[in-house]
């Protein structure tokens, strides 16, 4: 089984499982409030993010864009 570490997710498959609009996702990475501990790179034109830091990251805080 692949253990959740080596997932990485697509934008908008981050934006349907946390319910967070692609445009969120774009002005959070924007404003910098992505960059404590999420890692997100491109592959190609699309951005990747590494899912098991995603969960933390929605689970812990509360969002005030």
Known sequence: MTESKNIFLTEKQVA???QVSTRTLHNLRKKGKLEN???YFY???QIRY???ELQVYF???TLDY
């Open 16 to 18: 349907k499982k946390y």
């Open 37 to 39: 501990g999420i890692q």
């Open 43 to 45: 592959l190609g034109k």
């Open 50 to 52: 590494k899912y098991n």
């Open 59 to 61: 689970e812990t805080s």
